[in-house]
């Protein structure tokens, strides 16, 4: 490369390199340094330095070691569901036929939709029976002569009813990255392996799999993200209840900074969440890795 | 590049350039002084309103040179928006501030006293739930134009058939027991005995609502220092108090969540614990006979919800007197407290604006008025009411749904604690304690 082409590169990559600088890299320093302050939310300037007295309070806190709790649960239970599912939509509407394209447009659609809007039909679908109604799952329950269910007014069925819907929500996108790469296979491979005796559950086994390897652990990191910060669902379906067991690291933050007005408080839980994200990603990386090597 | 390209970028570039140049040109009557004023975003007609009113604000104030300049921000951000803006010092001379608010802005050192600016004429006209509500640690902050009543209406149709006669005076409150009694009495007529709105997706409506009960029963949400909570939101009054509420649930003569946001309208209930915006739809459903009765007692005296939006200085406000008649224009009662409150249903906030008003004289708004003027409290002024507020609406939400009264509260006492606790190491102006 030349001079000339070196300066159009870097002005190419400039204003996106300083949008990164600006929004994202930028108010993670920010976060870091205002976790070791006494400041509140509107004060103009910082309080005294602190030390490490916001992450103490912090680890004081039941309510931050309960949502950290309830957001580890969440994504440990969504990200291989959400991934399966995924999986077996894309297997299923891998084809050019005009009922599989439906489906496909069918379960994509709740990625489309906004998750505030979803949040709140979902609500009135898990409505229990009560004395002026009943949600579409309890009628159907009932229907059926099956006992009805508390759903997201009891603490130990909440979360999971949470789980369900965010799975069915996220599926889609997930699909369609699966679909990319199924359809990138090429069709030799399945030719050569029915050649040798393959059967279906052996051609995926040893043709499938390994080619969309890659790509699903693109997507189990991505899910694992996506999982982790949680807020939109309980915060519309729960507020966090009840009995604070859908109560997510997300929505802690959010209350320390807003509700309590502690903005060194939840800078701290923000960094210390930033931190444990990032440790996921890392080892996520290296588990790629290893597993790239292998093979 | 080529040139015309080339002369494209340069001649796009001349655009944003010129463009973000006029967004800075403000109208410059370098006579005029502007005065910012920033406001919730209500429904369409009490925005044309508070529009009207500003506008007669500088038709009259043209020859002294002012100008009052109305910002809307939505609902649900307008709290946001505000902290967002105190942080970056760029507050509008006057806020719209909600009840609640006035106690954290005014520790927070966002709002500034305006005692100096009240004549003791304005002073006695108000509503005493609105001198109570503007008023932190001693200084008066906010005064509002109209205020808010909690009452429990009642279908006559399915009431007085059973024979039920509802009281309509404050004095004649029903007892807890006499309110269950009437509730059990309607139980078989009636889908919902009581709607008490338990799908309401904000936090304030809880201690909004549910305050009066403890408040009835002698008990208060926060000490008087506005920091102790431990020991005083679970008090045994209390506790006995929010019990008494979560009977309605457990004998099902409520529901903790429902389907159906407004079972009262549509003529499935016999109570309906709600507010005075309520009154104007009902009025409008047709067939829908009812009547309103005040809150009933669990102890031994009458007590009711107030608060609303209130208006107030801001700390950045450079020229306060001069700010200050735009508020004392919102406060005016024909100029100010008429047109919005034609346009929001709300009470006015003044005595002498009620005559303006011949409404009130009747049943059902003169309830409305007897319960502001005599036994109103507004929600507790302290620093750390939006933890307090958000902790207790999450112990109701649990206790309906069945959770132990004792344990919950104290939960809530707790969780609202360590917020006080951090407060009250933390120096600044928080620390101005009388």
Redo the contacts between chains.
């Keep these: 490369m030349n001079r000339r082409e070196h300066i159009t590169a870097f002005l190419f990559v400039a204003p996106a390199c300083a949008l990164i600088l600006l929004f994202v890299l930028w108010p993670v320093v920010n976060t870091f340094t205002t976790s070791v302050y006494?400041v509140?939310?509107?004060?103009?300037q910082y309080?005294?330095f602190c030390g490490l007295a916001n992450y103490r309070?912090l680890f004081d806190?039941p309510?931050f070691g309960r949502s950290a709790a309830n957001t580890a649960v969440f994504t440990l239970a969504v990200v291989p569901l959400q991934t399966a599912l995924a999986l077996v939509f894309a297997l299923w509407t891998n084809s050019p036929a005009w009922s599989r394209r439906a489906l496909r447009v069918s379960v994509f659609l709740p990625t489309v939709l906004s998750l505030t809007v979803l949040s709140v039909l979902w609500r009135?679908l898990y409505?229990?029976a009560?004395?002026?109604?009943?949600?579409l799952f309890n009628g159907l329950l009932a229907g059926l002569h099956l006992p009805t269910q508390p759903f997201?007014?009891?603490p130990r069925q909440a979360l999971w009813a949470i789980v369900i819907m965010s799975v069915w929500q996220g599926a889609g996108l997930q699909m369609m990255i699966f679909l990319a790469a199924l359809q990138q296979i090429p069709a030799e491979r399945y030719e050569a392996a029915r050649l040798d005796g393959a059967g279906r559950w052996h051609q995926f086994r040893h043709v499938t799999l390994p080619a969309i390897a890659p790509t699903a652990f693109f997507v189990v990191m991505v899910t694992t993200i996506f999982a982790l910060k949680l807020f939109v669902q309980p915060f519309?379906m729960t507020?966090?209840?009840?009995?604070?067991s859908t109560m997510s690291v997300v929505q802690y933050i959010y209350?320390a900074a807003?509700?309590?007005?502690?903005l060194g408080?939840a800078c701290a839980a923000g960094a210390v969440f930033f931190v444990a994200v990032c440790l996921i990603a890392v080892a996520q990386r290296l588990l790629l890795r290893v597993v790239e090597d292998r093979q | 590049m080529p040139v015309r390209a080339r002369i494209f970028l340069v001649g796009f570039v001349a655009v944003v350039i010129w463009a973000t140049a006029q967004c800075r040109r403000a109208p410059e009557d370098t006579d005029t002084q502007v005065i910012t004023v920033w406001a919730h975003h209500g429904r369409e007609a009490e925005n044309l309103a508070m529009r009207r009113i500003i506008d007669a604000f500088n038709e009259a104030h043209r020859a002294l040179g002012l100008r009052a300049e109305i910002t809307f921000f939505p609902d649900r951000q307008y709290?946001?928006k505000v902290?967002i803006a105190?942080?970056?010092?760029s507050l509008p001379d006057v806020l719209e501030v909600d009840g609640p608010y006035v106690g954290?802005?005014a520790a927070?050192g966002?709002l500034q006293p305006i005692d100096d600016f009240v004549r003791s004429e304005l002073r006695d006209d108000m509503l005493p739930s609105l001198i109570q509500q503007g008023t932190f640690r001693g200084s008066l902050y906010t005064l509002g134009a109209f205020d808010s009543a909690l009452v429990v209406y009642y279908n006559r149709d399915i009431v007085e058939k059973n024979g039920l006669m509802p009281p309509g005076r404050l004095d004649d409150a029903w007892t807890w027991d006499q309110f269950l009694d009437a509730l059990e009495h309607v139980k078989p007529h009636a889908?919902?005995p009581l709607s008490l709105h338990m799908d309401d997706?904000s936090?304030e409506w809880f201690t909004y609502a549910f305050s009066p009960l403890i408040w009835s029963n002698g008990g208060r949400l926060i000490g008087a220092d506005g920091l102790t909570v431990v020991g005083v939101l679970d008090s045994p009054e209390n506790t006995a108090a929010i019990r008494r509420w979560q009977d309605l649930f457990q004998r099902?003569l409520a529901?903790?969540?429902?389907?159906?946001p407004n079972?009262f309208a549509a003529g499935?209930?016999a109570f309906d614990w709600t507010g005075h915006w309520m009154l104007p739809s009902f009025e409008h459903t047709e067939g829908l006979r009812f009547g309103v009765m005040p809150l009933p007692r669990t102890g031994s005296v009458a007590a009711c919800a107030s608060g609303s939006w209130c208006w107030g200085l801001s700390r950045d406000c450079d020229d306060p007197a001069a700010s200050w008649l735009v508020i004392e224009w919102l406060l005016d009662p024909e100029q100010g407290i008429q047109p919005i409150v034609r346009a929001n249903g709300a009470v006015p906030g003044r005595r002498s604006a009620f005559a303006l008003f011949p409404e009130y004289e009747h049943m059902p708004r003169r309830l409305f008025r007897e319960q502001l003027e005599s036994a109103a409290h507004p929600r507790p002024r302290t620093a750390?009411y939006?933890?307090l507020t958000?902790a207790f609406?999450?112990a109701l939400?649990?206790i309906a749904?069945g959770?132990d009264v004792q344990t919950a509260l104290r939960q809530a006492a707790e969780?609202a604690q360590?917020?006080a606790n951090?407060q009250h190491?933390?120096?600044?102006p928080?620390d101005n304690r009388p």
């Design positions: 006494q509140g939310l509107t004060d103009p309080g005294p309070a806190d309510a009135l409505e229990p009560s004395l002026s109604g009943t949600g997201l007014t009891s519309i507020r966090g209840g009840p009995e604070g209350e807003f509700f309590a007005r502690d408080l | 709290a946001d902290s105190s942080a970056s010092g954290p802005w927070e966002l889908a919902v997706q936090d099902k529901e903790p969540t429902s389907t159906n079972p499935l209930a750390i939006l933890s958000s609406a999450r939400r649990d749904l959770a969780s360590r917020v951090r190491d933390k120096p600044g928080s």
